[in-house]
């Protein structure tokens, strides 16, 4: 039976004041249970790193509640907020940051020495772990003799040695060929579905959307849900080009309506002379609501 | 988190290797100071310590030798030698002066021994003569080479020519020297009639010295009779008091060079990590315990310099002695104390140092590609 591992609610974050104020997040509400795997998507710049980083309790927002396995982190303090973090969550980074001194084995260990047992009673489920994961014939090299592949499947092996309830993934695929990718969500789908835990993948990768219970939209510090195959297909009015409007990150409205883009240089030309391309259109250029399945 | 702390230093062998020397070499050259002036401080007590006598006794109220003048009365070597326990007084005569010879000069002690009494005489000789006859001197070798004198030159002390008959070894300072005229001679250069200085005496076997003294200064009147082991204690802790402010000063200096280069290599290395300090931060590892392993990390490169630089020192102290011989070199269990004791310092500070920058390292930045 499943459980909230991570309730967040009505999350702000700004940066800046007056006229440079940025809202990275803003009102953001989300829950996610153990063997759910949800992905949180959407344009550069839309406040995903700041958002995992609140939900991952690297960072406080200005308002609003973090809820990790029962606890409110607001309540808190910075030192109880990184035992939490050892022993609750798990991260995986697209650049892997594994400590380039410590070989294979020491690396996944590293968190354990935050965790009720230290090292000594988690050598047993390193090993295991790097088994798993197809390591054990690496499990002394150090990192930079390891392919991309590698790495991040010894840093998925130490978001688990602590056994945490919750795993936070930012871009785990980013940095890895097709192949490696794969086989890396398939890891981390995995670890939801056999072992239930949470895990909460940050990607632009279309591939996770696959194996995602849920995908998350992020723009503009807003999040929203969106289903695999919801879409939105329309047509950039000056070179009609077929645009997915849940994606599309370049529009601009005009007379009430929202108009998407397939580059700037489009909607420049749009922007200068909209009487030029409405006139070819007399509706609003929508293909359709769904893709076809 | 300290195998990572260890093998984060070991992971550049050439850098820690290079960081290590660095700091060593401040440390070396407040050893070194030290040295010079222990190995000074030493040679100011050789007399002491070379001739080896149970018991000094000298003018009551003095306590020491070096800068010192005392007189006894010559009646005042039987009224010792009658004291129980005594085996044998030998009596000298001792001026601090200076000796001129080929243009050039030196402060030394003059020791006025008895003719033929070997006793209190140069404790090794080099070449010549071992002992003075009357008119004649023995002086130091390096005292010899560094004027150019030879066997049967000239040399002036206080106002008086002696010739030089023989030169000892392990005798000159640069400090202080020793050199070695007859008592008769020197008395008459004193113009002193009827007083030494010093008593050196022997006690019988099985007599405690430390007993003999006390016996002495109880039953012969108006001296004072220390042990050698005291008296040499005094007289030493004198020398080096003298020098104590330089030493400081160069152990301050010494120290603040170490705390530099320390402060700037963990500070270096920490720049170069921050990006693995997020990580770790990231990963739940608290501020301050980073900062632990950074101290560990700045008192494993301490602690290493300091090794290397007594090990440096160790090396230097023969190399010194057979290529600089004017220059007296030692090492004292204080020195060597005092500056373990600036390393543990040198790297709390320079842990300190890179504090606010280790509390900067965001976590958040390991999300960061």
């Known amino acids: ?10 999350l702000t974050k700004t940066y800046g004041e007056g006229r440079t104020l940025v809202r990275a997040v803003d009102g953001v509400s989300l829950d996610v249970a153990s063997g759910e795997m949800v992905t949180i998507t959407g344009p550069s710049g839309s406040g995903k790193t700041t958002l995992v980083s609140i939900l991952g309790a690297l960072l406080r927002p200005d308002s609003g509640s973090v809820i990790i396995d029962g606890v409110d982190i607001s309540t808190l303090s910075d030192a109880r907020v990184s035992r939490l973090r050892a022993r609750t969550i798990g991260f995986v980074f697209q650049a892997f940051n594994l400590l380039e001194a410590l070989s294979v084995r020491d690396n ?9 047992g230290g090292v000594r009673a988690a050598q047993e489920r390193a090993d295991e772990l790097l088994a798993r994961l197809g390591l054990s014939k690496r499990r002394n090299a150090l990192p930079g003799t390891l392919s991309g592949g590698e790495k991040q499947r010894v840093a998925i092996a130490r978001a688990l040695i602590n056994q945490p309830r919750l795993i936070i993934a930012d871009e785990p695929t980013g940095n890895l060929d097709s192949k490696s990718g794969q086989d890396v969500l398939m890891v981390l789908h995995d670890i939801a579905r056999d072992e239930g835990r949470a895990v909460l993948i940050v990607t632009h990768d279309r591939r996770v959307e696959d194996v995602a219970d849920r995908i998350l939209w992020l723009e503009d510090g807003h999040l929203r849900d969106r289903k695999q195959d919801d879409h939105e297909w329309v047509r950039d009015p000056v070179c009609n080009m077929a645009i997915d409007a849940w994606i599309s990150t370049l529009f601009t409205e005009h007379q009430g309506q929202r108009y998407h883009f397939c580059s700037v240089r489009c909607r420049e030309r749009f922007t200068a002379t909209p009487e030029r391309y409405l006139a070819r259109f007399e509706t609003p250029v929508k293909l359709s609501e769904r893709s076809p399945s | 988190m300290l195998n990572w702390t260890y093998r984060e230093l070991l992971a550049a062998p050439q850098q820690l290797l290079a960081s290590v020397a660095a700091v060593a070499g401040a440390f070396a050259l407040v050893l070194f100071f030290a040295g010079v002036f222990t190995g000074e401080s030493r ?4 007399l002491i310590d070379k001739t080896d006598a149970d018991v000094w006794v000298m003018q009551k109220g003095v306590g020491n030798m070096h800068m010192t003048t005392s007189f006894l009365s010559d009646w005042k070597i039987d009224a010792v030698a009658a004291v129980d326990g005594v085996a044998k007084v030998t009596p000298i005569l001792y001026l601090n002066s200076v000796i001129q010879a080929g243009g050039r000069s030196w402060f030394s002690y003059v020791v006025g021994i008895e003719q033929g009494d070997g006793r209190a005489g140069p404790w090794k000789s080099a070449a010549g003569a071992r002992l003075p006859g009357p008119g004649q001197a023995i002086v130091p070798d390096i005292f010899a080479s560094d004027a150019g004198l030879k066997i049967g030159d000239k040399v002036r002390i206080a106002g008086r020519d002696f010739t030089v008959a023989g030169f000892s070894a392990d005798t000159f300072s640069m400090a202080n ?3 070695f005229v007859t008592l008769s001679d020197l008395a008459d250069t004193m113009s002193s009639v ?4 010093y008593l050196l005496v ?16 109880t039953q012969v009147e108006k001296v004072n009779a220390l042990t050698r082991q005291d008296f040499s204690r005094r007289d030493f802790s004198i020398a080096v008091q003298m020098g104590l402010e330089i030493i400081w000063m160069m152990t301050i200096i010494g120290g603040a060079l170490a705390v530099l280069l320390t402060g700037f290599i963990i500070y270096s290395h920490i720049s170069d990590r921050e990006r693995e300090l997020a990580v770790i931060k990231a990963l739940g590892v608290r501020d301050r315990v980073i900062w632990a392993a950074i101290l560990v990390q700045a008192l494993v490169i301490g602690l290493l310099a ?4 007594v090990g440096l020192i160790y090396l230097a102290i023969p190399l010194t002695e057979a290529l600089v011989p004017k220059v007296s070199l030692g090492m004292s269990g204080d020195s060597l104390i005092r500056t373990g004791g600036l390393a543990v310092v040198v790297s709390l500070i320079a842990a300190a140092i890179p504090v606010r920058r280790v509390l900067a390292v965001d976590p958040v930045t390991a999300f960061q590609q």
């Open chain 2, 202 to 217: 022997d006690a019988r076997p099985g007599v405690d010295p430390a007993v003999l003294a006390e016996r002495i200064r």
């Open chain 2, 194 to 197: 009827g007083a030494v200085s």
């Open chain 2, 43 to 46: 040679q100011i007590v050789a």
């Open chain 2, 306 to 309: 300091y090794g290397l630089a």
């Open chain 2, 177 to 179: 020297s020793v050199s």
């Open chain 1, 108 to 116: 996944v260990l590293f968190p354990a020495h935050l965790a009720p």
């Open chain 1, 1 to 10: 039976m499943s459980s909230t591992i991570l309730h967040a609610e009505n």
